[in-house]
């Protein structure tokens, strides 16, 4: 059965930074797209990056409002995700998912079950 | 590309067919997906491709549309499917998804 463990959550002050880590089992993570997806209290679901397998470029793509503050990458012999988090804000706060990102059906076929990030002083 | 989703809320029975519909701000061919959110979980893949129902999940939802409009059916909503549910493009980065749609229980 497929996992996602995510860890790496918790409370910072806004302009601090913190870093997730996310760790798959049971699938080939190195052949394998990730994405980040965050949700806010009560709120909907929003994309916040991509990174495609090292075969495919290892490219990054990320959403507007993280550009630039936040960073994706990988560690394949380690089958772990990470995102760095710099220059946090409290419009930050949200539950993380690490999820996996088909190319093929280009859909997040798999999800953790998130870690919770709270930004506030 | 922005995504919308109608209704907000619904109220429905077990039993009931319930249907929920999604709308791209552009042409996005078929690239939509549905997920569904139980509270405190993390969302699951119902439908991926607009119509292709995800591995493991029950024939009973299926997807439909392609273009700018689409909709997610539960042909006899059970108990176990009173969530929230999401609509997604997968046509153009930025991904984005719909605000949800919470079905509960009448």
């Known amino acids: 059965e497929v996992q996602l463990v995510e860890s790496g959550g918790g409370l910072v002050k806004p302009g601090g930074s913190l870093r997730l880590s996310c760790v798959g089992s049971?699938?080939?993570?190195?052949?394998?797209?990730m994405s980040w997806v965050r949700q806010a209290p009560g709120k909907g679901l929003e994309w916040v990056g991509r990174?495609?397998?090292?075969?495919?470029?290892?490219?990054?793509d990320y959403t507007a409002p993280v550009k630039g503050r936040f960073i994706m990458s990988r560690d394949d012999s380690k089958n772990t995700l990470y995102l760095q988090m710099n220059g946090l804000k409290t419009e930050d706060t949200a539950v993380y998912y690490c999820t996996t990102d088909s190319p093929f059906d280009r859909a997040f076929d798999f999800w953790g079950r998130g870690t919770m990030v709270t930004v506030s002083s | 590309i922005q995504m919308t989703q109608s209704p907000y809320s619904l109220s429905a029975s077990v039993g009931d067919r319930v249907t929920i519909t999604c709308r791209a701000s552009q042409n996005i061919n078929s690239y939509l997906n549905w997920y569904q959110q139980k509270p405190g979980k993390a969302p699951k893949l119902l439908i991926y491709a607009a119509s292709s129902l995800q591995s493991g999940v029950p024939s009973r939802f299926s997807g439909s549309g392609s273009g700018t409009d689409f909709t997610l059916t539960i042909s006899s909503l059970q108990p176990e499917d009173f969530a929230t549910y999401y609509c997604?493009?997968?046509?153009?980065?930025?991904?984005?998804f719909g605000q949800g749609t919470k079905v509960e229980i009448k």
């Open positions: 997604q493009q997968s046509y153009i980065m930025p991904r984005t």
């Open positions: 990174i495609k397998s090292r075969t495919d470029g290892g490219t990054t």
């Open positions: 049971a699938f080939t993570f190195t052949n394998s797209w």
